[in-house]
């Protein structure tokens, strides 16, 4: 029988033939389709191939070469040659470099930057290290040439900060053949300036003993060095108490200079306040009409102002009144001349020789008794520069022994 809808001269088809050809379509159908699928499933579960030398880099996957790989851009213009950009992922960098023997990141270039990093928020370039070598560091910068090995510009914060957590140096400046450790320089500020709020603000050291541990040179006519306080010293100067050395010393034509509306150089030491040596070793002036140029003072039997004069024509300590009618030297209590003390005239004498004494040409010796003999004076005071020595003269001999006291100056 005829299907329903047939034109003529079509072949009349039985239904049960009908049945198995319409089985047969969704056989070769539902074959196709799962073909598709496998397909697709076999390609999501396929290994990633490795692009070798020549063949085009293939994104999210290992590439492999042994040769470089170069972009080169020819234009004049565009923001970069390669850009890495990694927008949605936080902590995920945009370019890693990677090496396990030598450089990660390496960048060169003839007139520009060699590396640039920028950040708005934070570092423009960080490094890290896990090395705790002496001469190692987290970031490395070399000059071949004469240049800046390090260089940091700031418009208006610091140019160049180091900060330790728990290391003894937040800065650590090594210089070698004779160059400088950490130099600071500035047209109008401070060269180098040191802040610490619980510590010292700038400390040197050194293990040379011609050398000084801080160096202050001015080469316009100013201070070398200067200290300033508030209400503490404006310099201090400490030396080991059971050493030789000196808490403070000054070298030139004027050892010390020191100017005060009060004091103008003020000193405690144990042994001397103040010892000063040169061609002026302590110089003191005071602005103040009432003032004191220098004043030294010292406990127990420590000396306020010591003067040592080393040659034989040199003064350990001069004192001049250099207006008419002042005052060279005035002491207000006792003064103690190691060129003085007390000779006794034997009983039946009437002289008395004191030996070792320091005599020159110019020495004058002032004698007088210290006890009260009816008809006896000092008839002579005789200095022996060849002999050192000096004889005290009675006028006649003594019936019991008696004091003379002596004193030698010049």
Known sequence: MKRQGSKPGDVPIAQGESEKKTSRRHLIAGATGGLAVLTAESLARAVPAHAANGDAVTLGQTNTETDLTQIEHTGQFGDAVFKALSSNSPGVPGLIGQSITTTG???????GDGVFGQSSNTNGVHG?????GQTEGAVFAENSAGGNGVRGTSVSGTGVRGEST????GVLGLGSSGSSGVRGQSDSGYGVFGISTSSVGVSGQTSTSSLAAVLGTNLG??????GTSTTGDGVVGNTDMSGSGNGVRGNGPIGVNGNGTSYGVFSVGGTAGVHGEGTEGVQGASTSLAGVGVHGSAGRSGTGVWGEALGTTAVGVKANGLVGGSTALQVNGKAVFSRSGILTVPMGSDQATQTGVDLSSASL???????????????AAVPSVSTSSLT????????SPTKVGWMVVN
């Open 128 to 132: 890290v290290t896990s090395s705790n």
């Open 365 to 379: 010796v002032l004698a007088t008794m210290q006890d009260d003999r009816a008809g006896n004076f000092v008839r």
């Open 105 to 111: 990141v390496r960048g060169i270039s003839t007139d």
């Open 392 to 399: 005290v003269l009675l006028n006649k001999k003594v019936t």
């Open 166 to 169: 728990g290391g003894p140096q």
């Open 221 to 226: 006519g100013g201070h070398g060095v200067e």
